[in-house]
């Protein structure tokens, strides 16, 4: 028999994509507020990995990427999606999302991003919910499943995630030494 343990906390990310950098500024300041300060945000890249989001949001969309300095409990991913998407919903304009966010984490094997739309290897988690296993951390780096998503499974995005990792595992080694 396993006996149960507490999960490590984790470290909260967001990816933000729109059409204008100032609406993905205007966004990480709305999270900033809600969950902490950023420890990391990236520089301002194009989003043109897919053309998926034109329809609804338009042409040419700018993204970064950032990470909170605060822990979380992973079971509180949920709760952040929710909140994620009320603010998607804030931003809208006739009905058109101006801003898409996404919120995961990353823990010590793997990357979880949450989601609402379920599929094989997206387990429910709770009110509408899923679970995203979108990278795993095998052979000392990022490794991309199947069904990445390839913007995620690009090296530079492998790159700045593995940087995050660092910055995680060593407050996971300071919280263990308080």
Not at 100 to 120: C, E, H, R, S, W
Not at 142 to 157: G, N, R, V
Request: proline letters at 6%.
């Amino acid at each position: 028999m396993s006996k149960p343990n507490a999960a490590d906390p984790v470290k909260l990310v967001f990816s933000v994509f729109a059409v204008t950098a100032q609406q993905v500024n205007e966004t990480i300041s709305e999270l900033s507020a809600l969950y902490g300060q950023a420890d990391f945000i990236s520089e301002q890249m194009p989003f043109d990995y897919t053309d998926y989001y034109g329809p609804e949001m338009g042409g040419a969309l700018v993204r970064r990427f950032l990470s909170m300095e605060k822990l979380i409990r992973p079971e509180v991913l949920p709760d952040i999606k929710l909140a994620t998407n009320e603010l998607e919903q804030k931003s809208a304009s006739r009905g058109r999302r101006q801003v898409n966010i996404d919120p995961g984490y990353l823990a010590k094997a793997q990357m979880i991003l949450a989601t609402g739309k379920g599929f094989a290897h997206r387990p429910y988690l709770r009110d509408g919910i899923y679970a995203d296993l979108t990278l795993i951390y095998q052979g000392k780096k990022f490794c991309a499943l199947p069904w990445t998503y390839p913007d995620y499974a690009d090296e530079k995005q492998l790159s700045m995630l593995s940087k995050i990792r660092e910055k995680y595992l060593s407050q996971l080694r300071m919280a263990d030494r308080l």
